[in-house]
C-alpha cells in the first residue's frame, strides 16, 4: 500500500461550523505533513508531524488544530473558518522527516461560505 | 525569506518532442530536491528526485539534472506524450533547526499538443 488517503474529497463549511479533515497511511512513515493549496499556487507546509509530535507550525492560526493520534492517522480540525480559507488541504507522509521523499493524497477541497 | 521559483509558468510542447522544465533555487542549504507533476484535481505526484551529492540522474523518460554552481535544476521529459500535460513544481528539502522543510517552487505548466 503506497497511497496517502483523506477523506472527504470536498468539503462546504460555514464559518460558525466545526468539521475536521483526515488523513491515513500505512506505509509505515513517521513523519506527516499539512499543506494548504489555493488555485494555480504551490503547497504552503502548514504542520509538520515527526514520530507523532509537532515538530513544525508555521505560523498557522489558531482556527487550525493539527491532531496526530497514531503514527498512521493525522487530522486537521477546522474551527470558526474565513472565507479565504478555502483551498485545497493536502496530507502528505515519508519515511521520516529527513531527506526522502514526500507522497501526497489527493487533498480535500475546502470551501468556506 | 530563500525560496525555490521556476523561469516560466506555461511551456507548450509538440507531442513526440522533448521538454525542459527549469527551476531556480537560492537556499545553498538544500541538499535534497524532488520534482512533482500535478493533474487536474489530485495531488502532487513523485517523479524524481535527486540529492545535492549528485548531478544527474536518470528515470524512466524523465531526467533530473542539477547545477550547484548557479543552484538550478531540471527536469528533462523524452518523448513528451498528452499524458504529461500537467503542473510540474520542483520542491528543495533543506535542514533547519526545527527540522527538514519541503519548499516549493511556483509550478510551470506543461501542455502537450497533439
Known amino acids: 500500500d503506497t497511497e496517502v488517503t483523506q477523506t472527504p474529497k470536498h468539503l462546504v463549511m460555514g464559518m460558525t461550523n466545526k468539521k475536521s479533515l483526515k488523513c491515513e497511511q500505512h506505509?509505515?512513515?513517521?513523519?506527516m505533513y499539512w499543506y494548504k493549496q489555493k488555485a494555480k499556487k504551490p503547497p504552503e507546509l502548514m504542520f509538520v508531524?515527526?514520530?507523532?509530535?509537532?515538530?513544525i507550525n508555521e505560523s498557522v492560526p489558531s482556527r487550525f488544530s493539527p491532531e496526530c493520534p497514531n503514527s498512521s492517522l493525522l487530522n486537521l480540525h477546522l474551527h470558526a473558518l474565513q472565507p479565504e480559507d478555502s483551498a485545497l488541504y493536502l496530507c502528505?507522509?515519508?519515511?521520516?522527516?529527513?531527506?526522502?521523499?514526500?507522497?501526497f493524497g489527493q487533498g480535500t477541497r475546502l470551501t468556506v461560505v | 525569506g530563500e525560496s525555490v521559483g521556476l523561469h516560466l509558468p506555461t511551456l507548450s510542447v509538440q507531442e513526440g518532442d522533448n521538454s525542459i522544465i527549469n527551476c531556480a533555487y537560492s537556499?545553498?542549504?538544500?541538499?535534497?530536491f524532488i520534482w512533482y507533476k500535478q493533474e487536474s484535481g489530485k495531488g502532487p505526484q513523485f517523479i524524481i528526485d535527486i540529492r545535492s551529492n549528485m548531478d544527474k540522474r536518470q528515470g524512466q523518460r524523465v531526467t533530473v539534472l542539477l547545477n550547484k554552481t548557479v543552484k538550478h535544476l531540471s527536469l528533462q521529459i523524452a518523448a513528451t506524450q498528452p499524458g504529461d500535460s500537467a503542473v510540474y513544481f520542483c520542491a528543495e528539502n533543506s535542514p533547519n533547526n526545527a527540522g527538514n522543510m519541503l519548499t516549493f517552487g511556483g509550478g510551470t505548466r506543461l501542455m502537450v499538443k497533439p
Open positions: 506505509m509505515g512513515h513517521r513523519a
Open positions: 508531524y515527526s514520530y507523532e509530535k509537532l515538530s
Open positions: 502528505a507522509s515519508s519515511h521520516d522527516a529527513g531527506n526522502t521523499e514526500a507522497f
Open positions: 537556499n545553498s542549504a538544500s541538499d535534497y
